[in-house]
């Protein structure tokens, strides 16, 4: 069983984002290493890229400091090698936009990637239209399908059929970044992509506190949890400490409800 | 998946966008396919671009400047006497009443001169549609009379202040605020840009600017130019001039980029011109030609005219590139600065600093030619926006 099915045994399961590199490398990695030892069940590593289109004020923030802290995917790879190597075994899945992977040579980038230890890729500007050369060259690492509020039937159908690893589900017509409250059709729009698929839905985009996880993880296999987690750990004194406290309190709230 | 009308251009184009945005392409290229088809729709256009934008713009032969020059004869396609004061008007109108088609009650924009805001919050307000443009804040500051205008028109204007505060961000936010609002907003791109179908779309309602100076010339000159020169921002106005040539395969095309303070200081926006830093990459949707560091973040770019800085060029001029049926070069701000003057004591015409590109390369290029032969050149825009900055820039010499 690879790692992320592994991941799945207990649903509905919890999977922060941070970017390497914010507010520095040796912290993010510090960082993402407490998630995965305090309760995070897969990890978005974030790789930043200068002009991220689908990313709110926090993430947009946070990446532009990892750039001016001189982050590359080429250390971002090296960090992933060194979480492995610190022990962490869940799955790190690997998110960024498209053209720093091209720069740094596509196939390259997956198979040092590979090595690295990561595994699967979300890549938010590469809908499954595009998505033929990074399919062909991804081998058996999940390259992870988004699916949207936005999505017909017939694209839902089409894309959860060739869907690998888990469907990510973005919650709201919108960018990256926490909502007051969860959208009311969210069970609505869940139930539409479980008609169309057998695959794990993890939902993203919006979801800020222990108490909205746990809404959500009782509709869905994965809560996905990014802004608040880099606002969170990145506005704290003790960004470790901060972690292992995020990751916990998540991880609790969505305990009781893991089968 | 299939599309209603190629996605790519050769190896470039494409619809790089996340997934909450691919359906409202997909709506998109069917309203337009749709509308192509429509006589209703075509005469709707045709009738505003002749009783609202004053089309077809003149062809004006640039005798002094011919003169002066002493080559090729001279010929300025007048888009800067479209209404709004430059080409981008043609785009916006046909944009906006797709976006009437589709039901959809408000229009986002970027602009990096203010052209492109100053002719969506015109079409918005004609037609009746909510508008929003951004633009960045270091472009604010340099097209301040645009940024007046465009509040006048009626729409809201939101600067940008995230990463270099100029098109290429303004592009970010508009995009931002479409996938947000994306059931009934529209995105009115400005340029031959971004995901498909919006290259397409924008060089067909831009082509108006082709057909018509091919007739023109074909009145005024007896004959097909030798050589077509625009300048190349995005795009638009280079792609709608050079479609009405593209097919006679003697006419050479010629795109004039931003040479900034030069190619060697870095300081620029030439896309084809640097080779140490242009890369095919992936930016706003497409695949094309981007200036770009090792690690794949989109450089800083620099210009003296705004509508000429951004770090990605259309993806229909990389494949013209490639297959060398256009050939594409720069001129750098003080080159353009001073075709600008030129162009103003030779002829009377106050150009955009991002045309004055172009006169540049007429400059350089006019005098190497033939009495015989003949330019003709896309003045895209009027200058007027450009004042103070040209005032600064020439300091007391003006
Ligand atoms: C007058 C004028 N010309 C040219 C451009 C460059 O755009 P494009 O390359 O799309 O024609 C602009 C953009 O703002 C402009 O205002």
Redesign the pocket.
């Known amino acids: 069983m690879n790692r992320i099915e592994n991941a799945f045994k207990n649903k509905p399961i919890f999977m922060p984002y941070f970017p390497l590199g914010y507010p520095n490398l040796d912290t993010s990695i510090d960082v993402i290493e407490t998630l995965a030892k305090n309760g995070a069940d897969l990890i978005e590593v974030g790789i930043s890229f200068s002009d991220p289109l689908a990313d709110g004020p926090v993430i947009q923030k946070a990446t532009q400091i990892a750039l001016e802290q001189g982050i590359t995917v080429k250390k971002s790879l090296a960090a992933i090698a060194e979480l492995r190597n610190r022990g962490v075994t869940i799955p790190l899945i690997l998110m960024g936009y498209f053209n720093p992977m091209l720069a740094y040579g596509l196939e390259k980038f997956i198979q040092d990637a590979k090595e690295a230890g990561a595994d699967g890729f979300i890549v938010p500007d590469l809908p499954p239209e595009e998505a033929g050369e990074f399919q062909s060259l991804v081998g058996d690492l999940p390259l992870i399908q988004m699916l949207a509020p936005t999505s017909p039937n017939e694209r839902m159908e089409s894309i959860a059929r060739n869907a690998k690893g888990f469907i990510y589900l973005v919650s709201v017509t919108g960018v990256t970044g926490a909502r007051t409250s969860i959208s009311d059709g969210l069970g609505d729009l869940i139930a539409r992509v479980r008609e169309h698929t057998s695959a794990k839905v993890c939902v993203g985009f919006g979801i800020g506190t222990p108490e909205q996880a746990k809404q959500v993880g009782l509709l869905a296999d994965g809560v996905i949890v990014g802004s608040a987690c880099v606002k969170t750990i990145g506005s704290s004194e003790k960004p470790v400490e901060a972690a292992k406290q995020f990751a916990a309190e998540f991880r609790s709230a969505l305990q009781e409800l893991k089968k | 998946m299939s599309t209603l009308l190629p996605p790519k251009f050769g190896p470039y184009g494409g619809r790089f966008v996340p997934e909450t945005l691919m359906p409202a392409l997909i709506e998109l290229e069917q309203a337009f396919v749709d509308a192509q088809k429509d006589k209703v729709f075509r005469n709707e256009f045709e009738g505003l671009l002749a009783s609202f934008v004053g089309r077809p713009t003149p062809l004006t032969y640039a005798k002094r400047l011919s003169e002066k020059l002493g080559g090729a004869q001279i010929y300025l396609k007048r888009?800067d006497l479209a209404h709004t004061g430059?080409?981008?008007i043609n785009n916006a109108l046909g944009q906006a009443l797709l976006v009437k088609r589709m039901g959809k009650k408000r229009v986002v924009a970027e602009?990096?001169?203010g052209?492109?805001g100053v002719a969506s919050a015109t079409a918005a307000a004609l037609l009746g549609l909510e508008c929003v443009v951004y633009m960045g804040s270091v472009d604010i500051a340099r097209q301040e009379p645009n940024v007046f205008r465009m509040k006048l028109l009626g729409a809201e204007v939101r600067p940008v202040e995230s990463g270099t505060k100029t098109l290429k961000d303004a592009i970010n936010e508009a995009i931002r605020d479409w996938v947000t609002n994306v059931r009934d907003t529209h995105y009115l791109l400005?340029?031959?840009l971004g995901p498909h179908p919006y290259p397409t779309i924008v060089r067909e309602f831009q082509s108006v600017i082709g057909i018509e100076a091919r007739e023109q010339m074909l009145r005024d000159a007896g004959r097909l130019p030798d050589t077509v020169i625009?300048?190349?921002?995005?795009?638009?106005?280079?792609i709608g001039v050079f479609s009405g040539f593209v097919d006679d395969e003697q006419v050479e095309l010629i795109g004039v980029e931003a040479g900034g303070s030069g190619i060697a200081s870095g300081k620029h926006a030439a896309r084809f011109g640097d080779a140490s830093k242009a890369r095919v990459g992936v930016i706003h949707g497409t695949r094309t030609y981007v200036l770009q560091d090792e690690d794949g973040q989109i450089a800083e770019t620099h210009s003296v005219s705004?509508?000429?800085d951004y770090a990605a060029v259309?993806p229909e001029h990389a494949m013209m590139r490639d297959n060398e049926r256009a050939f594409y070069t720069s001129a750098t701000d003080v080159e353009a600065l001073d075709a600008f003057q030129t162009l103003c004591h030779t002829e009377g015409i106050i150009p955009?600093l991002?045309?004055s590109h172009a006169v540049a390369e007429v400059i350089k290029r006019a005098p190497t030619m033939k009495k015989d032969q003949v330019i003709l050149v896309n003045l895209?825009?009027r200058g007027d926006k450009d004042l103070n900055t040209v005032i600064k820039e020439l300091g007391t010499n003006l």
Do not use: D
């Open positions: 888009e430059a080409h981008k602009t990096g001169a052209q492109h400005g340029s031959a625009a300048c190349v921002g995005g795009g638009s106005n280079a705004a509508g000429l259309g955009a991002e045309s895209s825009g």
